[in-house]
């Protein structure tokens, strides 16, 4: 059978037809089962193709059967480090498959905000495979038609820029369904099963269920949605929302329990942040240049920042907050995780299991996270231009005199070659003047500077500082001292300044977006694994455990403001300012 590539995005055929007019690459985790669920034209790329026979009829990449001779790929295809095979586009055999996704937790606000509108932009983009349907599953009674209907709000305000939208939007709707039940009936689940059996109609059948649901109920799903067995011949995966328990011993039940129903290869840990393009970007950054690597070190960094602020509260959303909290919700996974990437050794490969290997290491290295290198906050109610703001605990859903903090505040320390010394410093709060995440880099002063006096007496304001922005206005830029134009020698501040969408003036893909078509092809580099996540929990439980059995109350800021002050002792404890040397933006 002939076969011709035909990229999902019409920019890089050319350049991909000459590349992989020959061959295609599949990735080794593929290679001892005959079902190939993933095949990467090269590692990581972001490149996705459709396979088209000759007669046009398009083989999705998710739908192929790999065989040489009948046989299933084994060790012997793989190239000479094992990692890749490089097999005749001949040998592939096209078999019809289906994918479903059954989104559990259908009436939410995840899933209205972003798990529907991230599917809608796949499909759009045609990165879904050609056969594939929508399930949405919950409580709620809802007909097809109505979820439909509330799908197709959630995508209306944000699609009027695209061509032949509405045309997409009707196609894409006719393939969502609704069946409602409860979390844990296995009835009702079977009743799910049996709609899914329809629509797969015999073929081969891959299922991908998004536990967008709290946590209390996961458990229940896996089991009366029979996981593992859910699907006779194709895969079955289960992307789980955060948070993964409320401390190491929650976690750890949470996964003694998944492991009854699914395997670990089933389950994909999703933490939004890693699918930020920003984020995404760390690693080609620091390893793909020459100018940083060399600089990612105690030698020449003096403090590093992960900073979240929101500039809205909790409202609405105070029922499941107050029994978290900021530290469980924003810094033990997405600030974590992005400290851990940014602070890894060189992984051996781009491989998932590689680079998690080494954030293990990372996250295994941090020093115990001590009481008195936190503080906490929680926002009061404040009013400004005739305008009132709630305070935290004004949420009728969140118990008076609740203690539990919307802002937060750590040092963090890497017992390790590398970072020995570096304070990692952290900052997440709800209801702050303004909504950013950025991570800072602050290098340290220039030795025997000979510009010394041109910056006063605040040497401070010479420091070199890479920028991250991860959101709003994705940016990376890197502060430098340069010379003011003219005949004296005045020195000036200045931003090498790569913001995103003067570079790239093109609509950034949702984080979700990414992170949905990663788990749809097998691809773990962006989910979080289980040692991953336990080395995640044994450095906060600790100190949470602390800050809730002494009854630690939080200093209050105004709803709005920059947050409580005792963030500035804290750093200052450490020599640190945070956000910008100059008081800009900070
Ligand atoms: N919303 C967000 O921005 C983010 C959410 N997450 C995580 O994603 C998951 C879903 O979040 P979100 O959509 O906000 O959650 P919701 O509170 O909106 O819950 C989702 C659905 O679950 C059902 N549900 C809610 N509470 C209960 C309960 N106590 N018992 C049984 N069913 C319940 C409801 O459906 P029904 O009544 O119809 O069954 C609801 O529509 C959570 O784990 C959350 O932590 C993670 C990141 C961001
Ligand atoms: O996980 C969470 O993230 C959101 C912030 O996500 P963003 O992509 O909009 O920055 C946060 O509001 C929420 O509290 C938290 O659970």
Not at 130 to 154: C, H, P, W
Request: include cysteine; charge should be positive.
């Amino acid at each position: 059978m002939a076969t011709h590539f035909s990229p999902c995005s019409s920019s890089i055929k050319h350049e991909t037809q000459q590349l992989f007019s020959r061959f295609i690459f599949i990735s080794r985790k593929c290679c001892f089962s005959s079902w190939v669920s993933q095949i990467q034209p090269r590692t990581h790329s972001r490149k996705r193709f459709q396979l088209k026979s000759s007669n046009g009829y398009p083989l999705n990449a998710v739908s192929l059967h790999a065989s040489l001779d009948g046989k299933p790929l084994t060790k012997e295809h793989f190239g000479p480090q094992g990692k890749e095979a490089s097999i005749p586009l001949a040998e592939f055999e096209k078999i019809e498959s289906t994918l479903s996704i059954t989104v559990v937790g259908a009436s939410g606000d995840l899933a209205k905000k972003k798990i529907f509108p991230a599917l809608f932009a796949l499909f759009y983009e045609d990165c879904l495979p050609e056969d594939f349907s929508v399930f949405g599953y919950a409580r709620t009674k809802l007909t097809d038609e109505e979820l439909r209907n509330m799908i197709s709000q959630t995508l209306t305000c944000r699609i009027d820029k695209k061509e032949n939208c509405e045309d997409k939007m009707d196609q894409f709707l006719k393939r969502c369904f609704y069946q409602s039940g409860q979390y844990n009936s296995e009835e009702h689940f079977a009743e799910l099963d049996s709609k899914l059996k329809e629509k797969e109609a015999g073929k081969l059948s891959n299922r991908l269920f998004y536990l967008s649901i709290p946590p209390n109920i996961f458990v229940d799903v896996v089991r009366c949605a029979s996981l593992r067995a859910s699907s006779a011949n194709g895969w079955t995966r289960v992307i789980v929302e955060k948070p993964f328990g409320r401390d190491a011993e929650s976690s750890g039940d949470l996964t003694r329990s998944f492991k009854k129903y699914l395997t670990e290869d089933q389950i994909f840990r999703i933490d939004h942040y890693l699918g930020k393009e920003l984020v995404e970007n760390l690693s080609v950054l620091r390893f793909s240049n020459l100018v940083f690597e060399p600089l990612w070190s105690r030698n020449y960094i003096r403090n590093v920042q992960f900073i979240f602020s929101e500039d809205f509260g909790t409202e609405g959303r105070g029922g499941y907050f107050d029994n978290y909290g900021i530290i469980r919700d924003i810094m033990q996974n997405h600030l974590l995780q992005i400290l851990a990437l940014f602070a890894m050794e060189t992984p051996v490969s781009l491989d998932a299991e590689d680079i998690r290997n080494e954030k293990v290491k990372v996250l295994r290295s941090m020093k115990p996270l001590l009481l008195e290198d936190v503080i906490v906050g929680q926002y009061k109610g404040h009013s400004k231009g005739g305008k009132s703001y709630p305070a935290y605990t004004d949420d009728p859903t969140v118990p008076k005199g609740s203690l539990t903090p919307t802002f937060a505040a750590a040092a963090l320390f890497i017992n390790n070659a590398r970072w020995d010394g570096v304070p990692f410093l952290m900052k997440a709060g709800k209801a702050l003047h303004t909504k950013r995440a950025e991570i800072r880099v602050q290098f340290r002063h220039v030795p025997g500077n000979l510009f010394k006096r041109n910056f006063g007496t605040d040497l401070d304001k010479a420091t070199n500082e890479l920028v991250l922005r991860v959101q709003p206005d994705e940016a990376i830029y890197l502060r430098i001292n340069n010379k003011v134009p003219g005949l004296g020698m005045r020195l000036d501040r200045s931003d090498l300044n790569l913001l995103y969408r003067a570079r790239y003036p093109r609509e950034i893909p949702d984080a979700y977006e990414r992170l949905l078509l990663d788990a749809i092809e097998g691809e773990r580099r962006l989910f979080i694994r289980s040692d991953e996540l336990d080395a995640a929990w044994a450095l906060f439980t600790p100190l949470l455990r602390d800050l809730e059995e002494k009854k630690i109350v939080p200093e209050l800021y105004p709803y709005g403001s920059r947050g409580p002050v005792g963030a500035h002792y804290l750093a200052a404890k450490y020599n640190v300012r945070w956000g910008d040397l100059s008081g800009e933006d900070s």
